[in-house]
T-cell receptor
Framework: DQQVKQNSPSLSVQEGRISILNCDYT??????FLWYKKYPAEGPTFLIS?????DKNEDGRFTVFLNKSAKHLSLHIVPSQPGDSAVYFC???????????FGPGTRLSVLP | EPEVTQTPSHQVTQMGQEVILRCVPI?????FYWYRQILGQKVEFLVS????????KSEIFDDQFSVERPDGSNFTLKIRSTKLEDSAMYFC????????????FGDGTRLSIL
């Protein structure tokens, strides 16, 4: 049951360029979405969130876009830095539940 | 910045033994969670806890599992009789409120069942 999908297991980007990480979901009841970054041997770290009443949220170098009709969200990182190299998880929750459903993650490598 | 802390960082246990994983959530947070991540798989929700009781649990959280907030700071996950397939990273998380609040994660406990 893959309610949250991240179809790219890995992505490599040159330093200074834009990184675009994609996430698709199937449950139309999801109304709150988050992106987490995870380094090896550490827990997921919250990056940015978006609720379904918005289609864009920006925080510094990170922007999340939500397309509800396509059930798709994306995380843009610009400019990408080597320290951004990590696994990025998309997570979603519906308003009735308290738990987040995580995608499988995308490993981002930013090359100097 | 306040953080969620988990101990131990690595726990090795014989199959069939009981194990307790410990977490100290962020002090003003009211909601607490346990997740697990089996090697190579995605992060999976186990249970959420609020006001001293379980508020939601997944199918994974069967009778072998229990959670407790024994005092004002600790939040524990107990696995009563461990199985090989319980080997995973276990993450504790907490959030200040429930609605539209990000959950803050600890660095996890790696549980290895022999």
């Amino acid at each position: 049951d893959q309610q949250v999908k991240q179809n790219s297991p890995s992505l490599s980007v040159q330093e200074g360029r834009i990184s675009i990480l994609n996430c698709d979901y199937t449950n139309s009841m999801f109304d709150y979405f988050l992106w987490y970054k995870k380094y090896p041997a550490e827990g997921p770290t919250f990056l940015i969130s978006i609720s379904s009443i918005k289609d864009k949220n920006e925080d510094g170098r990170f922007t999340v876009f939500l397309n509800k009709s396509a059930k798709h969200l994306s995380l843009h990182i610009v400019p990408s830095q080597p320290g951004d190299s990590a696994v990025y998880f998309c997570a979603a929750r519906d308003n009735y539940g308290q738990n987040f459903v995580f995608g499988p993650g995308t490993r981002l490598s930013v090359l100097p | 910045e306040p953080e969620v802390t988990q101990t131990p960082s690595h726990q090795v246990t014989q199959m069939g033994q009981e194990v307790i994983l410990r977490c100290v959530p962020i002090s003003n947070h009211l909601y607490f969670y346990w997740y697990r991540q089996i090697l190579g798989q995605k992060v999976e929700f186990l249970v959420s806890f609020y006001n001293n009781e379980i508020s939601e649990k997944s199918e994974i959280f069967d009778d072998q599992f229990s959670v407790e907030r024994p005092d004002g700071s600790n939040f524990t996950l107990k696995i009563r009789s461990t199985k090989l397939e319980d080997s995973a990273m276990y993450f504790c998380a907490s959030s200040e409120l429930h609605s539209n609040q990000p959950q803050h994660f600890g660095d996890g406990t790696r549980l290895s069942i022999l």
